[in-house]
């Protein structure tokens, strides 16, 4: 069974860091596009960066230059290095891998929350 499992969720305070990871299981994430979404209380999902196979990384302007997604192939885990976090950013954030070979076949993971607040 396929899974994406997300940790390193917590309560950080403003301006702090967090890394974020999502492990794979059965799936081999070097074959898909992985993306980290987040959802806040009472607003919708959102894309905030995503990675190719071939490491090519995109990012909503919102976290450009205070956010990086990696991959290590190796051990099947894409990773969310989350540094200056805003106390608006407060949400619980997703992993999401969807297969380059087979469209329309993609997995979430559960979902990991991020509380920023002093």
């Known amino acids: 069974q396929v899974q994406l499992v997300e940790s390193g969720g917590g309560l950080v305070q403003p301006g702090g860091s967090l890394r974020l990871s999502c492990a794979a299981s059965?799936?081999?994430?070097?074959?898909?596009?992985m993306e980290w979404y987040r959802q806040a209380p009472g607003k919708q999902r959102e894309l905030v960066a995503s990675?190719?196979?071939?490491?090519?990384?995109n990012y909503a302007e919102s976290v450009k230059g205070r956010f990086t997604i990696s991959r290590d192939n190796g051990k099947n885990t894409m990773y969310l290095q989350m540094n200056s976090l805003k106390s608006e950013r407060t949400a619980t954030y997703y992993c999401?891998?969807?297969?380059?070979?087979?469209?329309?076949?993609?997995?979430w993971g559960q979902g990991t929350k991020v509380s920023v607040s002093s």
């Open positions: 999401y891998g969807v297969d380059t070979k087979r469209p329309g076949i993609a997995y």
């Open positions: 990675i190719t196979p071939s490491g090519s990384t």
């Open positions: 059965v799936m081999r994430i070097s074959l898909y596009n």
